[in-house]
């Protein structure tokens, strides 16, 4: 596949853009002070911030159409048009300045529209540049310019004394989630999979792929339930999603509904060490065998591989949950992670060329989603490889965290989607000395780990079970008391994923506590004896003195 001649154009500083992260969750909602009066001189002041912090993205003409603008999935807003999707008005209607400046001010995210409160960002605006720059971005939709529109008398004000979240209030939000079928689109389980062909696409002709709602980091326009009360009620002007006020009249039951979508947001675990849980006898080889649910769960935080060329800056898989169980010979793996389609195929022939992209002094080496690599069902495998150090190093070192190097190569244990359903062997275990050259798979007689996968309602379940000593003593040793590093990656064929093209995630760790000898719990009886014994002795000795 031939690299797209746009990237040649594209200047690095704008390719950096497009990995920004949003980082919003913590951005002032409210100014602290009164907004300032639009003169020529605000306008000038906003139209200096714009040029500089904005256009890269939104274009100089606002029109959405920056030299960052095609490496980004969602694309920036384009601001000529005047259709905004985060607002406190009603469907359709123009936002207030400040559902504007609580954008600007916490970011979007799930996109590269960061968070410009400079009291959260250090590369942040102040207020006065916020309300500045506002105040520039409207002069580019004429909407903005009719002196009779007034956007603060079609503002939706949030209901009153609405119930706290209680069993009986998200249980009556699902009934309306039922009801209003807001499972077509999201899925039975709010994951996203209620969609089954990318026939979506927004006011400005790009697809959308519908938001798995249990992520609260992909929640765009906030994750309290406020915020989701209000996209129900104004719905997302340029989208698919509409507003609700017609077809869920009553309040209360967006209220309800707000709620129960908020209860389905997944709560992340914090630790970053794995310990599997000791069993005797056999490990569960299926992934929906109940005994996995006793096993306590990891959640791995993931983002696209920026790393090394060619980079992606619009991953798919952002988190994936690792149980693992062990007994005195064996360990194993469950991988879980979301993803709306199941993409069990691989087309070889449709791979990315990334000759170009991986040139020394090349303009940009990231990767335009839209026009360089295929991003539909049928064509990319899904996958995943849990990553360990072919050797342990000395204290705290580890290799590079992205297929290693030279000096300190990698063992991947590869699970493909397409082997599974051909009902082969569907991992494959093989070695990384850098990211510069593709894994080399192990030898026949050297490929000891079985995998076994389920997908169902837009999750895939993986197993990976092998023996925690190998046999020649090769590839990575799980030794009881042993702090084994642990990185994971991950590949959503229909977001277009293969090669490098796919989500990292930093080292974690596997730690099999040990076991605790016989004779520790003998010195404990011992000591608990001794101490009996010599507390009646002393009472014995104490009575004696008194009498």
């Not at 306008?43 to 959405?64: K, N, P, T």
């Not at 992520?215 to 309290?224: L, S, V």
Request: with cysteine.
């Amino acid at each position: 596949m031939s690299v797209h001649p746009k990237l040649r154009v594209l200047a690095p500083v704008a390719a950096a853009l497009a990995v920004v992260a949003a980082a919003g969750a913590l951005a002032a909602d409210k100014p602290a002070r009164a907004k300032p009066a639009e003169t020529p001189e605000l306008l000038e002041q906003g139209r200096a911030v714009y040029f500089r912090r904005c256009s890269f993205c939104h274009g100089l003409l606002g029109d959405g159409d920056g030299p960052a603008a095609e490496f980004l999935d969602p694309r920036p807003r384009d601001f000529t048009l005047g259709t905004y999707k985060f607002r406190t008005t009603q469907s359709g209607k123009l936002p207030t300045d400040e559902d504007l400046f609580r954008t600007v001010s916490r970011g979007l995210s799930g996109t590269a529209m960061q968070a410009f409160d400079n009291e959260i960002i250090k590369n942040g605006l102040t207020e006065d540049e916020r309300w500045a720059v506002i105040a520039w971005i409207k002069t580019f939709a004429p909407e903005f310019k009719n002196p009779e529109y007034d956007p603060y008398k079609r503002q939706v004000a949030l209901p009153k004394g609405m119930p706290a979240s209680s069993a009986a209030t998200i249980a009556k939000g699902r009934e309306v989630f039922e009801k209003a079928k807001c499972w077509e689109c999201h899925g039975k389980q709010g994951r996203g999979d209620g969609q089954k062909a990318f026939d979506r696409t927004d006011d400005w002709g790009f697809p959308i792929r519908i938001r798995n709602v249990t992520h609260p980091w992909k929640i765009k326009g906030g994750t309290e339930v406020e915020d989701i009360y209000m996209r129900f009620t104004t719905g997302i002007n340029g989208t698919p999603m509409p507003s609700f006020i017609e077809g869920v009249p009553s309040e209360e039951d967006r209220w309800a509904l707000a709620t129960y979508i908020k209860s389905l947001q997944h709560k992340q675990t914090e630790h970053q060490v794995l310990k599997p849980l000791r069993v005797e006898g056999a490990l569960p080889a299926a992934p929906d065998d109940a005994a996995w649910a006793k096993a306590p769960p990891m959640d791995v935080r993931l983002a696209g591989q920026v790393t090394a060329p060619p980079r992606w800056q619009n991953p798919s898989i952002e988190l994936v949950t690792v149980r693992a169980v062990a007994n005195d010979k064996e360990i194993a793996f469950l991988l879980q992670w979301d993803d709306p389609f199941k993409d069990a195929v691989h087309d070889e022939k449709a791979e990315l060329d990334a000759k170009e992209l991986t040139k020394t002094g090349g303009y940009s080496s990231y990767v335009d989603p839209y026009e360089m690599v295929p991003r539909k069902l049928e064509t990319f495998r899904d996958a995943v490889a849990l990553q360990f150090p072919l050797k342990l190093l000395e204290g705290t070192k580890r290799p590079h965290f992205l297929r290693g190097d030279a000096s300190n190569p990698v063992q991947l244990w590869r699970w493909k989607a397409d082997l599974e359903e051909q009902g082969k062997r569907s991992v494959e275990e093989a070695v990384a000395r850098g990211w510069k050259q593709p894994p080399k798979p192990l030898a026949e007689k050297h490929q000891l780990v079985a995998g076994k996968a389920e997908w169902k309602d837009g999750r895939w379940s993986v197993v990976m079970q092998r023996a925690l000593v190998t046999p020649d003593g090769s590839g990575v040793q799980f030794a009881p008391g042993v702090f084994v590093p642990m990185a994971i990656n991950v590949w959503d064929g229909s977001n277009g994923e293969h090669g490098l093209l796919m989500s990292v995630s930093t080292w974690q760790y596997v730690f099999i506590e040990a076991p605790v000898p016989a004779r520790v719990y003998g010195y404990a009886g011992f000591a608990v004896l001794a101490t009996g014994l010599l507390g009646v002795g002393l009472m014995r000795k104490a009575q004696r003195s008194g009498s």
